[in-house]
């Protein structure tokens, strides 16, 4: 398993994996104190290193939130990671599928896929939870449903394009952990 269970567990029981696309540190606090105010269940999230500053915020973040599991996100090469590893985040998300991270099997790290030959490539690498990524762009839930059958050991974290009006398609389909999703609003709409 590339997932620790503890994760896996939570990342069940939460159904949604809340994304901080980092901004900037205020905006930040304010949209993760809001969640967590909303919803006191919320025990795990993912903070994307999209800006200059985004490592910096998801640390200070981590500082305001000693007892969330934190994982930082947008890992786009297996450098970037070298670069952050070091700095007791809980697990690091991909957009794609980086070979050289996989080569490596770095613990508690997801990577990204959206084809079935990427599926197949992890599959075959032990990779058991994997981040679909553009879930609405790459066929959505009716593409999970489609392999289901076939790749019986990938479970899957839809992320891009899930909101409140599709995201009970996606939960409900048995290869599917949680899905990923930026819409603070939204997600607080599901917990409520």
Same mark, same amino acid.
């Given at each position: 398993?590339?997932?620790?269970?503890?994760?896996?567990?939570?990342?069940?029981?939460?159904?949604?994996?809340?994304?901080?696309?980092?901004?900037?540190?205020?905006?930040?606090?304010?949209?993760?104190?809001?969640?967590?105010?909303?919803?006191?269940?919320?025990?795990?999230?993912?903070?994307?290193?999209?800006?200059?500053?985004?490592?910096?915020?998801?640390?200070?973040?981590?500082?305001?939130?000693?007892?969330?599991?934190?994982?930082?996100?947008?890992?786009?090469?297996?450098?970037?990671?070298?670069?952050?590893?070091?700095?007791?985040?809980?697990?690091?998300?991909?957009?794609?599928?980086?070979?050289?991270?996989?080569?490596?099997?770095?613990?508690?790290?997801?990577?990204?896929?959206?084809?079935?030959?990427?599926?197949?490539?992890?599959?075959?690498?032990?990779?058991?939870?994997?981040?679909?990524?553009?879930? +609405?762009?790459?066929?959505?839930?009716?593409?999970? %449903? @489609?392999?289901? $059958?076939? =790749?019986? /050991? *990938? +479970?899957?974290?839809?992320?891009?394009?899930?909101? %409140? @009006?599709?995201? $009970?398609? =996606?939960? /409900? *389909?048995?290869?599917?952990?949680?899905?990923?999703?930026?819409?603070?609003?939204?997600?607080?709409?599901?917990?409520?």
């Amino acid at each position: 398993m590339n997932l620790d269970l503890e994760i896996v567990n939570k990342l069940k029981e939460q159904k949604i994996l809340p994304i901080i696309n980092s901004v900037n540190f205020k905006e930040d606090l304010l949209k993760l104190t809001s969640l967590l105010d909303a919803n006191k269940k919320i025990k795990i999230i993912e903070i994307t290193l999209r800006e200059s500053h985004s490592l910096e915020n998801a640390i200070e973040l981590k500082k305001h939130f000693p007892s969330l599991i934190i994982g930082l996100g947008s890992i786009i090469n297996k450098k970037q990671y070298e670069e952050v590893k070091n700095y007791d985040f809980s697990f690091f998300v991909s957009p794609a599928t980086i070979y050289e991270m996989i080569d490596s099997k770095i613990k508690n790290y997801i990577p990204g896929a959206e084809t079935i030959s990427e599926f197949n490539y992890l599959d075959n690498n032990e990779i058991n939870i994997v981040k679909f990524f553009p879930a +609405t762009l790459s066929g959505g839930n009716l593409k999970l %449903k @489609s392999i289901e $059958n076939i =790749y019986k /050991n *990938l +479970t899957f974290i839809p992320t891009g394009g899930i909101n %409140k @009006s599709n995201i $009970n398609s =996606y939960i /409900n *389909l048995k290869n599917v952990l949680c899905v990923g999703m930026s819409n603070i609003p939204d997600i607080i709409d599901f917990f409520n």
